[in-house]
């Protein structure tokens, strides 16, 4: 079974940074589009940032200029580099990877437990 691994979640103060990384044994991040998401109490699982098997990236807006997503093929890690953090960032962040299978379509699932981030002064 697949299984992703978050870790580098904490307790920062507005304005400092912070960098999550996501590993995985059996599943090569090269081959699959991947992401990070993120869920405050009481709101919906929402993308943060993405990065697809091509290397191309896309931010929310909320994060734009201030994360950075990045994957690192000779470790097969994922990295989200988190400056200037502010208060509505705290949440916890999850790892996603995607498998779509062309012709079909059909798409696969990958998630992490998940990482908490807290800001907070």
């Known amino acids: 079974q697949v299984q992703l691994v978050e870790s580098g979640g904490g307790l920062v103060q507005p304005g400092e940074s912070l960098s999550l990384s996501c590993a995985a044994a059996?599943?090569?991040?090269?081959?699959?589009?991947t992401g990070w998401y993120r869920q405050a109490p009481g709101k919906q699982r929402e993308l943060v940032a993405a990065i697809t098997r091509g290397g191309s990236t896309n931010y929310a807006d909320s994060v734009k200029g201030r994360f950075t997503i990045s994957r690192d093929n000779a470790k097969n890690t994922v990295s989200l580099q988190m400056n200037s953090l502010k208060t509505e960032d705290t949440a916890v962040y999850y790892c996603n990877a995607r498998l779509v299978v062309v012709p079909t379509g059909t798409k696969y699932d990958y998630w992490g437990q998940g990482t908490q981030v807290t800001v907070s002064s």
């Open positions: 059996e599943l090569i991040f090269s081959m699959h589009d």
